[in-house]
């Protein structure tokens, strides 16, 4: 059994920052790519970052320049540091990590979600 646990989000005044973190447990064998997606009241749930194994990275465009994440591969963890941010930020930020467990396959897993409000 794997699991995905966040933390980290709140409620922050425009142009402020965050940090979300993201820490998997369990079963695992080696972690591949780790990401994070976001979904707002209404909207469909969207990529907001991701982190390969060996730290390639990619962005929405929406959140390049001002989001950065990062991994600690001896702590099973993503990170997504979030700054400058904007109204248009608030939504749910899940954690998302495809892992590699114990049985040496391959299995994608979802966080149970952390809300990120972001007030103008």
């Known amino acids: 059994q794997v699991q995905l646990v966040e933390s980290g989000g709140g409620l922050v005044q425009a142009g402020g920052s965050l940090r979300l973190s993201c820490a998997a447990s369990g079963s695992i064998f080696s972690i591949n790519a780790m990401g994070w997606y976001r979904q707002a009241p209404g909207k469909q749930r969207e990529l907001v970052a991701r982190?390969?194994?060996?730290?390639?990275?990619n962005y929405a465009d929406s959140v390049k320049g001002r989001f950065t994440i990062s991994r600690d591969n001896a702590k099973n963890t993503v990170y997504l540091q979030m700054n400058s941010l904007k109204p248009e930020d608030t939504a749910v930020y899940y954690c998302?990590?495809?892992?590699?467990?114990?049985?040496?396959?391959?299995?994608?897993?979802w966080g149970q979600g952390t809300q990120v409000t972001v007030s103008s």
């Open positions: 998302n990590a495809d892992i590699r467990t114990q049985t040496l396959r391959v299995w994608n897993y």
């Open positions: 982190i390969t194994s060996g730290g390639s990275t």
